[in-house]
């Protein structure tokens, strides 16, 4: 099923929200605003050394946001924070400049194929990126819950 640049599967894993929920226990948290848009999402990591042990998020955006994080939900635990960077750049790549789908575990991101022709909705995608990234560069310099 197509809609424009929605498809089943990015519809799927909005409404799957894998990993939706904030962490009691955290590392790391980054709360990252589209301004745009107004898609908001706030991370939160909790780590492992370099890896990423669990993480939790709450999105007020639109689907494109919901899928992105819900695919960071179900690939980024277990990940090192050198592969989630490598992983993000990929997919920027992918999304402004015609680069390769991300392979293996995120080769889910093939379901954001139809958002690199609207270039105004590539940040939306990027947002749970953005804010991984954020989190992952905060390390341990937040507090470790509410």
């Not at 590392?27 to 908001?40: E, F, H, K, V």
């Not at 991370?43 to 998020?57: C, I």
């Not at 919901?66 to 592969?83: D, K, V, Y």
């Not at 750049?89 to 690199?116: H, Q, T």
Request: hydrophobic share 45%; charged share 25%.
């Amino acid at each position: 099923m197509e809609l424009g640049i929605y498809n089943a599967a990015m519809l799927r894993l909005a409404a799957e929200a894998t990993g939706a929920g904030r962490l009691a226990e955290r590392d790391a948290s980054a709360d990252i605003l589209n301004p745009t848009c107004g898609d908001r999402i706030a991370l939160d990591l909790r780590l492992e050394g370099e890896r990423v042990a669990a993480l939790g998020y709450e999105v007020h955006a639109c689907v494109l946001t919901q899928a992105s994080a819900a695919l960071l939900g179900r690939h980024a635990p277990g990940r090192s924070a050198a592969e989630i960077r490598e992983v993000a750049a990929s997919i920027e790549a992918m999304l402004r400049s015609g680069g390769a789908m991300p392979g293996g575990a995120f080769a889910d991101y093939a379901a954001f194929e139809a958002v690199r022709a609207h270039k105004s909705r590539h940040e939306c995608v990027m947002l749970p990126l953005r804010a991984l990234l954020a989190a992952l560069d905060a390390g341990g310099s937040t507090d470790r819950g509410s």
